[in-house]
């Protein structure tokens, strides 16, 4: 993923707050972890994509976890205690990227890149920290220097997001959510699955119906447009496999671990496509930003308006994918394929 300004957040006092709960400090009351109204019998045991193995006398009730993994495991009925990266707009909303949580309901130990609160997040006495990554073995929104105060906390789970099938990683969490207590046979379960499955027969047939229509899917900052590398995004991936005509680089930026091709804006014509699809995070570069770069202006798609956002940052569960789906392909349906040749 494109690089974030980190900020650095200093743990002061997490080994004494550690030994407190070693010695039996009292957890804050919270909601259960799950959505089971009680606790599993025997031992749990988790194996993470990591191969890391967990192993716990019981079954994990107050998980803490990263928004976008928060936003998966709350599809699936799991209930966090509390969420870390992006979950609360500066406005007071909900932001996006956290899904439906329930953000009045969970405790916050971050909201940003490099802010993860150490000391609070073990007063929280967690079970379990469960998290995304992008990049293997590093778990998505927790700082490098609080790596290891935060595994002395609690045993965590990360669940890779690249290099994986779309389905793959949604029935990954999916199964995770089962192993925490929650009924994969419940009804909203159920019914986001089938609505997933609609949606993405509605896009296949729209890419059937329009082949020559070409897509392509950026994200920005002021100094470069970074055009996404199709088989490195999920998502992405998925749509190309169900018939959609994605514009795409040969090969990613070296620099950029993979993900990406960074184009100077100079060059910011290097790529043409019918339709844009822009990352609609709130650290990517605003279309109407984009739209005072010289040759971005000049652009078909853009002269004709039909830029649409790219959910860079959507959860994986099959709701937060039809969502997706469905809008995508309301948008496509009325796009024009003849700008470019």
């Given at each position: 993923m494109p690089a974030v300004p980190r900020r650095t957040l200093l743990a002061v006092g997490v080994a004494t707050l550690i030994g407190a709960g070693a010695c039996g400090g009292t957890a804050p009351p919270a909601p259960a972890a799950t959505?089971?109204?009680?606790?599993?019998?025997?031992?749990?045991?988790?194996?993470?994509?990591?191969?890391?193995?967990?192993?716990?006398?019981?079954?994990?009730?107050?998980?803490?976890?990263?928004?976008?993994?928060?936003?998966?495991?709350?599809?699936?009925?799991?209930?966090?205690?509390?969420?870390?990266?992006?979950?609360?707009?500066?406005?007071?909303?909900?932001?996006?990227?956290?899904?439906?949580?329930?953000?009045?309901?969970?405790?916050?130990?971050?909201?940003?890149?490099g802010e993860f609160n150490v000391e609070k997040y073990a007063s929280l006495q967690p079970d379990l920290l469960v998290a995304g990554m992008y990049r293997q073995n590093t778990l998505w929104y927790v700082p490098e220097e609080s790596v290891s105060a935060v595994d002395q906390i609690a045993p965590s789970v990360?669940?890779?997001?690249?290099?994986?099938?779309?389905?793959?990683?949604?029935?990954?969490?999916?199964?995770?959510?089962?192993?925490?207590?929650a009924d994969p046979k419940a009804a909203p379960v159920v019914e986001a699955r089938k609505r997933f499955d609609a949606a993405g027969a509605a896009l296949k047939?729209?890419?059937?119906?329009?082949?020559?229509?070409?897509?392509?899917?950026?994200?920005?900052?002021?100094?470069?447009?970074?055009?996404?590398?199709?088989?490195?995004?999920?998502?992405?991936?998925?749509?190309?496999?169900?018939g959609l005509n994605v514009v795409y680089p040969a090969r990613p930026t070296e620099s950029e671990g993979g993900f990406w091709e960074v184009v100077s804006w100079e060059n910011a014509d290097k790529y043409q496509a019918d339709v844009i699809l822009v990352d609609a995070r709130s650290q990517s570069m605003k279309i109407e930003e984009m739209a005072r770069k010289p040759t971005w202006a000049k652009l078909p798609a853009v002269k004709a308006g039909q830029l649409y956002p790219w959910h860079a940052a959507e959860r994986y569960s099959y709701l937060g994918y039809a969502k997706v789906m469905e809008e995508l392909a309301a948008?496509?349906?009325?796009?024009?394929?003849?700008?470019?040749?």
């Open positions: 959505a089971a109204t009680a606790a599993g019998q025997g031992a749990w045991t988790w194996t993470d994509d990591r191969g890391k193995s967990i192993s716990l006398p019981r079954r994990p009730q107050r998980v803490v976890a990263q928004a976008g993994a928060a936003a998966a495991l709350w599809d699936f009925g799991v209930r966090p205690v509390a969420v870390f990266g992006p979950h609360r707009l500066k406005d007071g909303g909900r932001d996006p990227e956290v899904g439906e949580v329930d953000i009045s309901k969970v405790e916050s130990i971050g909201n940003v890149w990360g669940v890779q997001l690249s290099g994986k099938p779309l389905v793959e990683i949604i029935e990954k969490y999916g199964q995770l959510a089962a192993a925490l207590g047939a729209v890419a059937a119906g329009k082949p020559d229509l070409k897509v392509m899917v950026v994200t920005a900052t002021p100094d470069n447009l970074y055009v996404a590398y199709l088989p490195d995004h999920p998502d992405i991936k998925y749509w190309g496999e169900l948008e496509l349906e009325k796009a024009r394929d003849d700008l470019v040749k």
